[in-house]
């Protein structure tokens, strides 16, 4: 053959060669971003704790408009958790006088291990919530540090160390956020310990989610949300059931 067309041969061969690598690596780099986009614990829904992002715990808003933190859940070993910084915390008031927690510092916190698809085996199991209660020697701490958080003056044996979510509700156990000194109900006798009908708030939703007639994000999204209102908004008779007098066992 020629030189001039074994030349141009030569150079269409190395054109097409060319061509052919470029694809090749276009094509693996674009594989390489969406395995790593579809790996990435970061882009998988972390924060919802229940299910899915987008009706999930952590998508739920929460008193402060944004999404219900997912706390670390129960631990082997459970340490004194930091304390948001004293007075930088302040209560908020129902119209009847009923407190609620602020919502900055206490948004609420789910469980990990509590979704939808687990309560048989966690909330709606007998004896779930005692097996993964902090000990009192970590919260008694917390709860005089949190007492400061809040500005809180009255009697230590009038408030409740409260789990805005309760464990019985999927809250997570020691979740600072999820934690808070519960002042007395209006009605409240000084020195007769706490008084607190938030408990019996607790327990029928709890009743309400294990017999079908809730879900667990719904409830956790309206017991964080204000827990004077969460039967009325979830259409869950106020009357009924446990007595006014019951104790929440999950909390202190």
């Known amino acids: ?69 997912v706390g670390p859940g129960p631990q082997p070993a459970y340490t004194v958790q930091k304390q948001p910084a004293a007075g930088s915390c302040h209560y908020q008031y129902t119209a009847d006088k009923q407190p609620l927690p602020d919502p900055k510092c206490t948004p609420g916190a789910t469980n990990p291990k509590v979704t939808q698809d687990t309560l048989k085996t966690t909330i709606c199991s007998s004896g779930y919530t005692k097996g993964i209660r902090p000990p009192v020697n970590i919260t008694s701490r917390e709860k005089t540090a949190n007492a400061e958080s ?35 109900s209006p009605g409240h006798k000084e020195g007769a310990g706490p008084n607190n009908p938030k408990d019996v708030v607790e327990t029928k939703l709890k009743t309400a989610i294990c017999s079908g007639k809730t879900t667990l994000v719904k409830a956790q999204e309206a017991i964080a949300h204000d827990w004077t209102t969460a039967l009325k908004n979830l259409g869950i008779p106020e009357k009924g059931g446990p007595s006014a007098a019951a104790k929440d066992p999950d909390d202190e």
């Open 1 to 69: 053959m020629p030189i001039a067309p074994r030349r141009a041969a030569a150079c269409a061969a190395a054109v097409a060669a060319a061509l052919v690598l470029t694809a090749g690596c276009s094509s693996d780099d674009s594989d390489s971003k969406n395995d790593a986009k579809g790996s990435n614990p970061a882009s998988s829904p972390a924060t919802s704790g229940s299910s899915s992002a987008s009706a999930s715990t952590g998508g739920s808003p929460s008193t402060s408009g944004g999404a219900i933190p």
């Open 150 to 184: 809040y500005g809180y003056k009255g009697s230590l044996k009038d408030y409740e160390y409260d789990h805005l979510i309760s464990l019985q509700l999927g809250g997570d156990p020691n979740d600072p956020r999820n934690l808070w000194v519960q002042p007395p």
